[in-house]
């Protein structure tokens, strides 16, 4: 698809600034400067986002907004650990990044994409990745649907753009239309993995879909990056959440069902214990605060605050722990006990004042190793919680 001396230059240039080499593209009257931009782009992109991809010489990339969409090497590995089987379809394929991850547990796995570029792209680099058994079709997914064999698994990430090119989050706002799909997807496949935005509501979605077996709160660092719905042909058990923080020492998992925390209720302090707990994004993104507190044990500070507290520590607690220094109020000898830290990572949680009106009320800049919660307590009172991070 690249001539070779285009392949060449990206080759020799591909740490380069691209801003600067598309401005140079007369000095290189030989080389497509303007497809070389593309794949140097995409590639300095993959080595962050996709690491095995960008070790393997010869794949080419998509344009920018393509590389931006597709998922990172790490939640496309966790889909992978969810679907297996025997027959596998991508209706929304994309740059192909969730289909090689996940064709590797299939036996035969088709990806569909109506664009045909991609697919031009799917078709070069799935030889390179090793996937032989990969079927590329250009079309559209609902006509593709009805031609395709019985399937063990659909996977679906439908569009979240409209046709003006804003960002929707709801999922009857999307490309193709998901819930319309519903029937007809569970009517060609067991199962089926919907892949859609983080801001989306989960209570809302699970109301729209009516046989959604399970949801899966992805998040890298504890940064939400995607939701994952499956659906399940005459399923029969309550829908399990699945909270998943992909971190570098490994995948934290907190699982739960709504009916358990609708039965769940937490416990209030209205003093704060030894530690200080911070559920992670996903736990955050669920709302699983009652089940929480009841499994670890943990005593919330406030019903709003979605801040714990214990006398011991919990190692396995789903997001971060602190030691408490001291707890301080607003009386003069109090804050000035708190100025002298010069520095401090502030957060507020159930507070009347921003990060940026404390800060400059306490005079503290920004870092060190001491943690400041501004929070309410369970009883009315307004506390700085000084703590230094465990976990």
């Keep these: 698809m690249l001539d070779s001396t285009t392949i060449e230059f990206i080759a020799q240039h591909r740490n380069d600034d691209v801003r600067t080499l598309a401005l140079q593209g007369k000095r290189y009257p030989n080389v497509d400067i303007r497809e070389a931009v593309v794949q140097i782009e995409g590639w300095q992109q993959a080595r962050e986002k996709l690491p095995s991809w960008s070790a393997v010489e010869g794949i080419i990339y998509p344009p920018k907004i393509s590389m931006e969409q597709c998922s990172s090497e790490q939640t496309a590995k966790y889909k992978s650990s969810i679907a297996t089987g025997e027959r596998f379809a991508d209706l929304t394929g994309g740059f192909g990044i969730d289909f090689s991850y996940i064709a590797h547990g299939f036996k035969e796995a088709f990806y569909i994409e109506r664009n045909a570029r991609l697919c031009d792209i799917a078709t070069a680099n799935f030889s390179l990745l090793g996937l032989n058994h990969a079927k590329v079709i250009n079309g559209n997914s609902e006509e593709q649907l009805e031609r395709l064999p019985q399937l063990d698994w659909i996977f679906i990430d439908p569009a979240r753009r409209d046709g003006d090119g804003r960002k929707v989050v709801a999922l009857s706002d999307c490309?193709?239309?998901?819930?319309?799909?519903e029937e007809a997807l569970?009517?060609?496949?067991?199962?089926?993995?919907?892949?859609c935005s983080p801001m989306l509501d989960i209570t809302q979605a699970c109301r729209q879909l009516k046989s959604v077996a399970s949801v899966?709160?992805?998040?890298?660092n504890n940064e939400c990056k995607e939701l994952l719905f499956t659906l399940q042909r005459d399923k029969s058990e309550k829908c399990q959440i699945h909270c998943i923080d992909i971190r570098k020492d490994g995948t934290h998992e907190f699982t739960f069902t709504q009916d358990e925390e609708s039965r769940s209720a937490s416990t209030f302090s209205t003093t704060v214990g030894e530690y200080i707990y911070e559920p992670n994004a996903t736990i955050q993104k669920a709302g699983c605060h009652n089940t929480l507190s009841l499994r670890m044990g943990l005593k919330k500070l406030h019903p709003n605050s979605q801040l714990y507290t214990a006398g011991t520590y919990t190692p396995d607690f789903p997001g971060r722990t602190f030691k408490v220094v001291e707890v301080a109020g607003f009386s003069k000898t109090e804050i000035k006990r708190v100025q002298a830290l010069q520095k401090a990572n502030i957060t507020v949680r159930n507070f009347p004042e921003n990060v940026q009106q404390l800060r400059k009320r306490l005079r503290l800049a920004d870092g060190g190793d001491h943690y400041?919660?501004?929070?309410?307590?369970?009883?009315?009172?307004?506390v700085l919680i000084v703590c230094k991070k465990e976990k």
Excluded at 186 to 195: D, Y
Excluded at 216 to 220: E, K, N, R, T
Excluded at 372 to 382: C, E, P, S, V
């Design 186 to 195: 569970l009517a060609k496949a067991n199962r089926v993995m919907i892949k």
């Design 372 to 382: 400041i919660f501004a929070t309410t307590l369970a009883d009315g009172n307004k």
């Design 216 to 220: 899966h709160i992805i998040a890298v």
């Design 175 to 181: 490309e193709p239309n998901v819930v319309e799909m």
